[in-house]
């Protein structure tokens, strides 16, 4: 499989190999999370009776009813009345005015030198009247009318202006609205009837001015009565139809409301409502589209990426269907069953798998997904509890655990993960203001810490298996190898105890180097453990482990040392996948030495005289392909030369070191990998301060008086 990936990735390259595996996840997401988004519909009609009791599937707010209860709120509002105290001031002053006109042309008509006949008279006063506002004295008087108040005396106006005026202003300072107008006219008339003091012959038009003078004085304000029904209006709770709620029992006649009601859920088959299938799309393409924005921008090996990719979308929709059936077992329960989900599955499973940035994007994808799934019908888009719920507990395993490289950090993360859910439980339920008994909280607290065992548990148990199946070489994988007591290490310590002491050595300074240039330090010092396991075929051809002094070497002929020598890359290759290493190892193992020359017996052979093919004695490579490849074949050297070398100091081994990578360069034995020139120099550097911190001087100890 592995390999009908790799032709298959080849084939159509990797990011179409990206688009194909993430179409494929979101339709199987989609696939997943369907029956949680469509929700309950029924074949119903109105009028007919309802084979079943039906009842809301979620809390929606009815509009129909909400906007029927805020009309009625507003229409029970009273309008707002507002009092003016000037209208009886101005009624009052209207009335003295006409009583004044009258007044001005009798004066006229004293001081005139000729007689004015009445009838003048009385068009001059009508053309005075006319100047006054017909809105605000609407009275036609008649000739006679007219004539009966100019032939009254000066001292009765008068005294008829002052009396009428003030009872006009007295009695307008009560409130009068519209609709009691007429009454209070009829009302203000019998006041005057009952007074004394007013002419008889113009008794009638008195009467007409005082009822005419009698208006409205509270008027609507329509700016307060429109604000006042505002208020009402968004006084008025929206009416929600809640989730549990009986829309219609069993048996009972499906009427008009009941059917519109149904409606209005999307419980009716021709109104089901598309726009939930429509936001988990939404959401499905959100993800993923991070997810293509992630794998595609990530800078590492395609095939890696490759294997990564897939690790991740599988603990992905592993963890989706693990959701899936607790949900579908939740039903039965009175608390949150939800709160039992992993939190930190996907989470620790992607850290040690892929990257800590794949790791944070998975976490929130699951929370967002869990949220869909576990939403329990409210009318909120998700489950939030949940959602943050899974937030936090997988952040608990990214943020307050740096190393994840041994299995006992695992379960350190299940202790930190525990008290992380522990910590939100209590927040839950301190949040909700319920009261819960006893057996309530014991479940919820046990469930936050069964949920932290899960996450540690399965991602120890199912590590193995994705480490297996994808030829993923983690962290922890790496730490079980640089365990001693393997197999592979023990027959090195038994068999080429020099060997085995050179690797521990160059593992120290590969690593170092590796840390300082950002290349993988954990892979370069496994990879340092096992790189010369092949010389324990033939240990006593190699130099660490003559004990005895005697090389055997010496009594062969170059080209069949050099051939002993270059074999021990390929032999210890075949060891480690008969061991089943992992490839990282086992190409450490072939590229440390490169095609460089066995310079020694190349040499030797050269003074022998023999015509030389310099390929004799070049290992078979290949040529290191990674940093950390390129960094052993360095350190094994450098180690090797500085072990030799009589008297070391700092100055020595820079030139040694300098000289060894120099030599590398222009072999041309790096250029199949991604490292610079800046990188070698940094290696350099850190192996110079490694190597003197061995190789430092030791003060000589004066030697003790007998």
Known sequence: MEKQLKKFTELIGFRYFLIVVLILTGALQFAFMYGNVKGVTYDFKPLQLAPETVRSTKTVEDTYKTQQEREKAVSAVAPVYQFSADVAKQRAAIVTSLF????????????????????????????????????????????????????????????????????????????IRSENVFADQNEFETKIRGQRGYPDKIFNTIVLIGRT???????????????????????????????????????????????????????????ASMKPIAGLIILILLEMTFMFVLFERWDIDEHKKRNALLVTVIVYCLSILLMKFISLVSGGFDVTVAFLFPTALATLLTRLLADDRVAVLITVMTAASAGVIFQEGYSSVMQMEITLYIIFGGFASLFFLRSMEKRSHILQAVGVIGLVNMAFIAFYLLMTQSFYG????????????????????????????????????????????????????????????GTYHHSVMVANLAEAACEEIGADGLLARVGCYYHDIGKTKRPAFFIENQMSGINPHDSLPPEKSAEIIIAHTTDGAEMLKRYKMPQEIIDIALQHHGSSLLKYFYFKAKEEGKCLDDTTYRYPGPKPQTKEA?????????????????????????????AIIDDRVQDNQFDECDISIKELKCIERVLCETLNGIFHSRIEYPKADK
């Open 213 to 271: 003078s009698i208006i409205e004085n509270e008027t609507v304000n329509e700016e307060q009565t429109k604000i006042r029904k505002a208020q009402a209006k968004e006084s008025v709770e929206p009416t929600r139809i809640l989730q549990g709620q009986v829309i219609v029992q069993e048996g009972q006649i499906i009427d008009n409301e009941a059917f519109r009601q149904l409606e209005l859920l999307g419980m009716v088959s021709n109104k």
């Open 100 to 175: 004044d006109y009258v007044l001005e042309v009798k004066a006229d008509v004293e001081g005139s030198k000729e007689p004015i006949p009445i009838a003048d008279q009385v068009g001059q006063l009508r053309k005075k009247f006319e100047s006054i506002d017909s809105e605000q004295m609407p009275i036609i008087f008649t000739d006679s009318q007219l004539e009966g108040l100019l032939l009254q005396s000066e001292a009765d106006l008068k005294r008829t202006s002052t009396q009428l005026s003030k009872s006009v202003q007295d009695y307008l300072q009560k409130s």
């Open 630 to 658: 390129a960094v052993i074949s360095v350190a094994d050297s450098v180690e090797a030369a500085v072990r030799s070398m009589k008297e070391p100091n700092a100055e020595k081994i820079q030139k040694l070191v300098r």
């Open 438 to 497: 006893m057996q309530e909280l014991v479940f919820y607290f046990i469930a936050a810490m069964i949920s932290a065992l899960l996450s540690g548990a399965l991602t120890m148990g199912l590590l193995p298996f994705f480490e297996s199946a994808f030829s993923i070489l983690s962290s922890v994988r790496l730490i079980e190898l640089s365990n001693p007591n393997h197999p592979l290490l023990k027959k090195l310590l038994v068999e080429a105890p």
